[in-house]
């Protein structure tokens, strides 16, 4: 018998906005909210991939709009927000995804690479999670779940500015969810262990057997993650089955944080 309980996880009359969803994990989250009912905007810099996205979404039932945008400036952040509410009338669930990481020695990080990564990694979901939660204030009710990452938690070499806008991330999480307890606005985070996609194919991680074997050892379900295994997760969150849920740091990874 499939009973009230399954209906607490139905998103059929929420607006989602993903941001980095063209590829990777940001991709199979916006898929798996539009299964679950969402109508979701799917955004990220190449307004390829999104289109693509959106389309497959499209094509199987769901709702999806794609849009260009650069969380990295504070201007596209707010256009869309705007172009949202505009096309879908309001903003229910913002998923803050959108990401990047430099591996490298923290003697040798530049200037540019700091800002670029502490950027995009936190001061564009600041700004995203600014500009929607207005949107939510006025509407009463609202979910913001920010992408942020074991790196948050434990010290991981050659992340040193990755780990510190993710450490970031998390604090900003707590604060957001403390300050908007009482209007209606949940906020919280997940943070992902190793998991198999597009970012991470790029770094030396995957490159190299020994680090490969390392993740391996140190994850006690013995696998890197699925891209797929973050839907429930970001389902839950943005869904009335975690209504008294705030200020929470979800860690998926398969174990690592409790070694």
Excluded at 205 to 230: S, W, Y
Aim: aromatic share 6%; proline share 2%.
């Amino acid at each position: 018998m499939v009973g009230r309980t399954v209906g607490l996880f139905d998103l059929s009359d929420r607006v989602a906005i993903v941001t980095g969803s063209g590829r990777g994990l940001g991709k199979a989250m916006a898929i798996g909210l539009a299964d679950a009912g969402a109508s979701v905007v799917v955004c990220a810099r190449h307004i390829d991939e999104v289109e693509g996205v959106a389309a497959a979404i499209s094509a199987s039932g769901g709702t999806a709009l794609p849009v260009h945008a650069d969380t990295s400036d504070r201007d596209s952040c707010r256009r869309l927000v705007e172009e949202t509410v505009k096309a879908l009338g309001r903003v229910d669930v913002l998923v803050n995804n959108a990401g990047i990481d430099i591996i490298e020695p923290a003697e040798d990080v530049s200037e540019d690479d700091w800002e670029k990564i502490i950027g995009i990694n936190l001061s564009g979901y600041f700004h995203c999670s600014q500009f929607a939660g207005q949107e939510m204030l006025k509407q009463g009710r609202g979910s913001i779940i920010n992408n942020s990452s074991i790196a948050s938690a434990v010290g991981i070499r050659g992340l040193t500015a990755y780990s510190a806008a993710k450490g970031g991330v998390n604090q900003l999480t707590r604060v957001m969810a403390v300050e908007w307890a009482t209007r209606g606005i949940r906020v919280n985070a997940i943070a992902p262990g190793y998991f198999d996609n597009v970012m991470r194919d790029a770094t030396a991680t995957h490159a190299d057997p020994e680090k490969q074997r390392q993740v391996i050892e140190f994850t006690p379900m013995a696998r890197r993650g699925r891209a797929e295994e973050l839907v429930g997760p970001v389902v839950f969150l943005a869904s009335d089955a975690s209504s008294y849920v705030t200020g929470c740091i979800l860690f998926v990874d398969g174990g690592y944080s409790a070694m």
